[in-house]
């Protein structure tokens, strides 16, 4: 508890540092760190070359990272019956547990450890950006319910920007080598995590009047610290930084990165002084304290006695008996009845199509430059592209489709078919490459898969409701992996190696003769991204069913529950 009336500084500063503001703020550092797998291709190199593994065993490394990365129902689990504090403490465990014993594996400290070893390693180490999402993410938007697209375009705007952030910190902490990348995301992200432990909690709902020019002024630091690392990425690629400049740049990244908390000190500021003119006595910062006081519990159980006794009635029945008997939408569902709902499997259709395809995409990005004869350095500016322009998908999917939705009341799945039409586009413009295409097709796919992925979490929120949106958060992108497997794996790889081996008889030699296939031409893409453009268009058509099915849900207040909640709570 804190106190407002009085206190002087300390108590201002007990207020900031307990505020919903400073807690949101704490939750975009813990985001910003959380975005490790997004560096394997920078030291995967060096695990390739270090173990003596060849592309077939780090591609199955890659898999396992992605398995770990995108797999987060225990997450989700755990958070449902454990404080947030121990979901961060298991989070930060598991990313320095995972990523210091590849980095000792591969700087030799400890023994050679044997390929499932290392796979368990990463998959540890990746599975622990759930925890990260599931303890800041989640918290937040239940904090901040009746802006929720917004928070989660902004959340996973930092997510997208983490590993570009990072890299502009391990060129100024440790230079050059790769490796000691690997030692700077197993313990940066863990320290990020345990410094704000306890700042990250659930509290009480409440209306401030500055909320959304608080979220638009996060939205205009966060878009100046992307274009800054789009421009340094580029300059990077182009000219040798020195130790020196690099270090200017790692300062300039984190001045952005820290800014947005002059504006929490503002904020709470405002706050105090409102505070100590209107309430001269002593009253509490509204924070839901995990044990609340005999008084108010008697107050909440006099009030809310129906409503409690509803939700006692719902929890005691039998989960099957209620299964395929789902409330409202917008309503609490139980994990099971969203699961089996048909909303639920259309939005896992939709991903495995559109999320699926898009990390086929990105994957692939560096054959693609490869076989349409681009350089080096212009296929790391396709992959800074991916980059940046998936942040930008993820932060204006939740500022536009709020504002969409807000202004005209259109559902937010179709905001989400868009983004579908947009990624299959750029898998067109692959399949069928014209002079400076594939920059477009960077552009497209990358911000399509921000914005579904964004989106994603959106839809699930509000129409399962957030009782139980930890583990339905998690469950949303189950489909990714998948999608990423079939698509990749068994589309993409296989028909790339067939074309590349058809190559390889044209000129007369056998498979076993070269060691690496490798396919030239406009040829090898056509196929396999034409079926990428196609799965991308029938999950648009998957996605339509849910905008016919939602469209009258989204033509009410969708937020009106929360509103009316913090109204009593004023």
Known sequence: MATTGGGGCCGFVLQVLQGRWFMMFASFLIMAGSGATYLFGVYSEDIKSTLGYDQSTLNLLSSCKDLGANVGVLSGLIAEVAPTWLVLLIGSAMNFTGYFLIW??????????AVWQMCVYICIGANSQNFANTGALVTCVKNFPENRGIMIGLMKGFVGLSGAMMTQLYYAIYGDDSKFLILLIAWLPAVISIFFVYTIRKMKLSTHPNELKVFYEYLAITVLLALLILALTISQEQVSFS????????????FLTFLPLGIVVREEWATWKQSKTQQPTTTTVGVADDASSPARDLEIHATDQPKQEENDNTDDASCCANVFKPPERGADYTIMQALLSLDMITLFVATFCGLGSSLA???NLGQIGESLGYPQHTISTFVSLVSVWNYFGRVFAGFISEIIYEKWKVPRPVIMMLSLV??????????????????????????????QLTLIFIVISELFGLKYYSTLFNCGQLASPLGSYILNVLVVGRLYDEEATRQLAARGLTRSAQKELTCIGRQCYRTSFSILGGVNVFGALVLLVLVIRTRKYYQGNIYRRYRDQM???E
């Open 104 to 113: 000792l594996a591969i700087t030799r400290r400890i023994p050679r450890p």
């Open 243 to 254: 130790h020196a400049a690099s270090a200017v740049s790692a300062v300039a990244v984190c």
């Open 361 to 363: 995409v990105m994957d």
């Open 422 to 451: 947009l990624s299959g586009v750029g898998d067109l413009l692959v399949a069928f490459p014209a002079p400076g295409s594939v920059y477009v097709a960077s552009l497209l796919i990358g911000f399509s898969y921000g914005a």
């Open 567 to 569: 109204a009593e709570n």
